[in-house]
């Protein structure tokens, strides 16, 4: 049940994903198609594996993961570590945008909106599914699906017709998503097993903060009135 959860999440991040470039001016004007955005996300796909997979098994580490396939086999051995394959994904997009020549940053805002989409997916219907009912589970899920709405109903409309610059979107999110996941973890209770997500978390957190301060992105919040 839980990676046909992941499917549905995955679906929803591609849906999204396709919504927004399919007809984004800019981008095409770039000549990059939605095809070379796809690709990128299937390719991107690869590294959040891999790196969810790895700090999962960093965080919780056991003799069973030293065999390759069981590190493979995560439908008979589950566990991810959602802000690892965030890093990831956006290691890979990094590398993948400055080596294609892409606009970077107006495509990692999309990207941005479509994962946060597909997290909010996953958390709520895990919530609804498994019954995870803690408090750490429901503000978690809960300040997502918020996120979500605010997103979509404040940011992505001033986006769109150009009165927020490229590269708040990300700025925005990797900032939201820090400081939700970091509440959860403490509330959850801090361990040895997620101490490196709490680490990722920060840098994640500044990487965003340091981004918005550079690119002179604050006083675009006016614009948001």
């Given at each position: 049940m839980e990676i046909l959860i992941l499917l549905i999440s995955v679906f929803v991040f591609l849906y999204v994903l396709h919504y927004y470039v399919r007809d984004d001016f800019i981008i095409l004007r770039k000549n990059v198609s939605v095809e070379d955005i796809f690709n990128m996300a299937f390719?991107?796909?690869?590294?959040?594996?891999?790196?969810?997979?790895?700090?999962?098994?960093?965080?919780?580490?056991s003799p069973i993961f030293l065999n390759p396939l069981v590190f493979l086999a995560f439908p008979y051995y589950p566990g991810f570590s959602l802000t690892g394959g965030i890093f990831g994904g956006a290691v890979f997009l990094i590398w993948y945008v400055r080596r294609k020549k892409f606009p970077g940053k107006r495509m990692f805002d999309f990207f941005s909106v479509s994962a946060l989409w597909g997290i909010a997916i996953y958390l709520l219907l895990s919530i609804i599914i498994f019954r995870k009912f803690s408090l750490d589970s429901l503000i978690e899920g809960i300040s997502f699906a918020a996120l979500l709405v605010i997103f979509s109903a404040v940011f992505l409309p001033k986006y769109l017709s150009g009165k927020i610059k490229d590269g708040f979107i990300t700025g925005i999110f990797c900032i939201s998503y820090s400081l939700v996941s970091i509440i959860t973890v403490f509330l959850g209770r801090l361990n040895a097993?997620?101490?490196?997500?709490?680490?990722?978390?920060?840098?994640?957190?500044?990487?965003?903060?340091?981004?918005?301060?550079?690119?002179?992105?604050?006083?675009?919040?006016?614009?948001?009135k």
């Open positions: 390719f991107s796909f690869i590294f959040v594996f891999i790196f969810s997979r790895t700090f999962y098994v960093f965080g919780n580490p097993s997620n101490v490196l997500e709490v680490v990722l978390l920060g840098i994640l957190f500044f990487s965003g903060l340091i981004f918005i301060l550079k690119e002179e992105l604050i006083p675009r919040i006016k614009d948001l």
